[in-house]
């Protein structure tokens, strides 16, 4: 009987923050023959020298990549970033090379933008996949968990807050300040409405992490949230700085934004993160991800649950690959999605999740809530009224 081959991954952004983690992963499963890509091979070198499975290395610019670069792998995986006013060029290399394609996409308007590829991908017999990630692969797993037989959802609230020590990259440096000021719709009181970027700023008390800021971000999720889900209410997700010095800075550097003053921080990414590198020292290692549904449950009573993730010893940043890790498991144990373009939403389920939460030491928890707290209104000064979720 002849072995079954290896799945040929073409790993991009190898080098980063969360690519180093999934090619960590990657390496410790069988059945995968991973080649890491980033413009540099030295530090993918050093890193494939720490890693099982022996994979290769290979320089390439992911703003230059053509389709003869794919030739030969089964799948090409996106982890480089940033999204946000990303190009198409790997996207549009994948189907040249009839490759499978797969990315880690936070960028609004990018994950917006993704269905039109379906119809040539289906010509190419090619399965683009986009959002294999936090959100929303792992944020619509568990809603899928918590709102199971549920009649009507009436509320939806994603949020995720890392640890000040987890280390931070620059392409989501970029991506946070893309937006930071800027409008931001978000779907509340029943209707699209816009926000400030790194607005409604307020402070929470989460279990386990104690009282953390929340301030409103531009990400994919309103939109998926609302299209998939149809809340009647609202569908929002918010993310929080540990340390008040940044969290609270960042939303003073805003006003210059919000003003029209300035268009976009986002040139100044270089700088803030040297910046926020500073603070390294201060803070925890511990964060955490948090869903909260409310709604008519099957009995026709309204509920309210939420599911809590805590990441203790800098984990927290592997949690944004395991959705890609679990839909890499899926490709090597023959599950292929069909070809075509979709946004990996509905295609895990908290199941594919659980081993991994495990082994990396993460504790999630599911709790049956009194009716879900709205984020308190923001004043001209910044809100500090505060939200227990506990």
């Known amino acids: 009987m002849t072995a079954k081959r290896p799945l040929k991954v073409l790993l991009l952004g190898a080098s980063g923050v969360f690519g180093s983690r999934l090619a960590r992963l990657a390496s410790e499963e069988h059945g995968l023959h991973l080649t890491l890509a980033a413009r540099g091979v030295t530090k993918i070198a050093a890193l494939a020298a720490q890693l099982p499975g022996d994979p290769a290395c290979v320089a390439l610019d992911r703003d230059a990549l053509t389709a003869h670069d794919l030739a030969g792998f089964d799948l090409v995986l996106d982890a480089a970033g940033p999204f946000q006013a990303s190009h198409s060029r790997v996207i549009e290399s994948a189907i040249a090379a009839r490759v499978d394609y797969l990315d880690l996409a936070d960028g609004r308007d990018f994950v917006r933008a993704f269905p039109r590829y379906d119809e040539v991908a289906k010509g190419a017999g090619v ?28 509320t939806l609230r994603v949020a995720i807050y890392p640890g000040n020590r987890a280390p931070r990259g620059l392409s989501v440096v970029e991506g946070i300040l893309s937006y930071v000021g800027r409008p931001v719709e ?90 926020a590198k500073w603070f390294l020292p201060l ?22 649950r939420r599911w809590f993730l805590k990441a203790d010893a800098n984990r927290g940043p592997y949690v944004p690959v395991l959705a890609a890790l679990a839909m890499l498991r899926r490709y090597r144990d023959g599950h292929r999605p069909e070809p075509g373009a979709r946004v990996c939403s509905g295609t895990l389920t908290l199941d594919d999740f659980d081993a991994d939460f495990a082994r990396l030491g993460m504790e999630h928890q599911i709790f049956d809530e009194r009716p879900a707290l709205q984020a308190p209104s923001e004043s001209p000064a910044l809100a500090t009224k505060e939200t227990a979720w506990q």
């Not at 294999?132 to 619509?140: F, K, T």
């Not at 800075?249 to 919000?258: D, F, I, W």
């Open 186 to 275: 978000v779907f509340r009181d029943g209707r699209w409405r816009a926000e400030k970027g790194w607005g409604r700023t307020h402070r929470e008390t989460l279990p386990g992490l104690g009282k953390r800021w929340a301030s409103v971000c531009d990400t994919p999720e309103q939109d998926l949230l609302v299209a998939r889900y149809a809340p009647r209410r609202s569908a929002e997700f918010y993310a929080g700085l540990e340390l008040s010095v940044l969290h609270l800075g960042l939303a003073a550097m805003a006003l210059p934004v919000r003003w029209g003053w300035a268009k976009s921080l986002r040139p100044l990414s270089k700088p803030m993160l040297a910046m």
């Open 283 to 304: 803070g925890s290692d511990r964060g955490g991800m948090s869903v909260l549904a409310s709604g008519e449950g099957a009995d026709g009573r309204a509920v309210t």
């Open 127 to 154: 399965a683009l996949t986009a959002g294999a990630s936090s959100i929303p692969a792992l944020s619509h797993a568990v809603i899928d968990d918590l709102t199971r037989d549920w009649r009507a959802i009436d």
